[in-house]
């Protein structure tokens, strides 16, 4: 069976909700100098409020910050559920660790004791094919916990200047300490690669990068998800840092044709000869796949002013898909190129 595990969204207010993660201070930066400057000057220097409480003052509503060199990370959304989403059993029952973590790990720190013993924050690690549900998943604990996720753009982290990435990063995690955010690092071999034996400086810096990102991560008091198409592309290092590493694996036949079935709309029809269970069964895709399949198709049927999906146009974004992963340009692409070469 598929999917037997949705748990309900929760619409939990966001000020009446207990964080699992707590600053050991409790204290935060309103105000900070505009410059840095010498001590003769200092009491010169103007204070500036800083952006999050300037807009809680002044709107009295959450802090969502948009992306910028400031903080490099965008809000990512989904007006979809969990039952709209094909997992197998075992990967939803960890994704449900997680979010029973978000909802009650302030409960198991706190009132249960244990806040000696269990270190705040949670660390998970996604893995597997493109296009299998990582970035959903992700979307979608933040609508059942009620927490906004921010997906951390890696062009604005990653910098050839030393020093300059870790800089980056720690504009990231100083403003989402002690928020209800959930941080998505997405490609995450890209920051968190395996360090390397040091053969010049520029494996130096990088091997440092990784050293600070480990450093950093563990003691975030947050909810960080990693994602990553191939665990083995990350430092070993990081495996022993995290409450859970998920594998997210390509969808099942079964759990294919319940994706094709999910994905038309309901004001189109299908064209007789069209048997979804054969081209789930005859063709290996992921979820993200196979609703490029349905897009291109129902496109297709819109162009000809018509509600029905044909089968030609279905094995036509089905060869599409496949040409893409293959590194195949399309027919189009190749035309294209051929006028300009």
Excluded at 172 to 197: C, N, P, Q, Y
Aim: aromatic content about 8%; proline content about 4%; hydrophobic content about 40%.
């Amino acid at each position: 069976m598929l999917n037997k595990k949705h748990p309900p969204d929760h619409q939990t207010s966001r000020n009446k909700r207990h964080s699992a993660e707590q600053s050991d201070s409790g204290l935060h930066t309103v105000l900070q100098l505009e410059n840095s400057l010498d001590d003769a000057l200092l009491m010169k220097s103007p204070l500036r409020i800083q952006e999050e409480y300037l807009h809680r003052f002044t709107t009295a509503t959450p802090f969502q910050p948009e992306r910028c060199e400031s903080f490099p990370a965008r809000r990512v959304t989904t007006s979809l559920s969990w039952q709209d989403i094909v997992l197998p059993d075992k990967v939803m029952d960890q994704v449900l660790e997680i979010q029973d973590w978000i909802q009650h790990g302030a409960v198991l720190l706190n009132d249960w004791g244990m806040a000696d013993r269990i270190r705040p924050g949670y660390r998970a690690l996604f893995y597997g094919p493109p296009g299998t549900g990582k970035t959903l998943t992700a979307c979608l604990l933040g609508n059942a916990t009620g927490r906004d996720v921010y997906k951390v753009d890696l062009s604005l982290i990653v910098s050839k200047y030393i020093g300059e990435t870790e800089k980056n990063l720690e504009k990231v995690f100083s403003l989402a300490m002690d928020k209800d955010w959930i941080l998505f690092f997405d490609e995450a071999d890209a920051l968190f690669g395996k360090r390397v034996e040091a053969a010049g400086a520029n494996d130096q810096f990088a091997n440092q990068n990784v050293a600070y990102l480990l450093q950093r991560i563990e003691q975030f008091n947050g909810i960080v998800i990693l994602a990553s198409n191939l665990k083995d592309n990350l430092d070993e290092a990081f495996n022993r840092r995290f409450e859970s590493m998920i594998y997210f694996p390509l969808p099942s036949t079964e759990q294919r044709l319940s994706l094709w079935q999910q994905g038309f709309s309901a004001r189109c029809r299908l064209e007789p000869e069209v048997d979804l269970s054969h081209i789930a069964t005859e063709h290996v895709l992921s979820g993200a796949e196979i609703i490029n399949v349905i897009r291109y198709a129902s496109l297709k049927a819109i162009c000809r002013h018509s509600d029905l999906i044909l089968e030609q146009d279905l094995q036509e974004g089905i060869q599409r898909e496949q040409q893409k992963a293959a590194g195949i340009p399309s027919q189009r692409e190749q035309q294209r190129a051929a006028i300009f070469s």
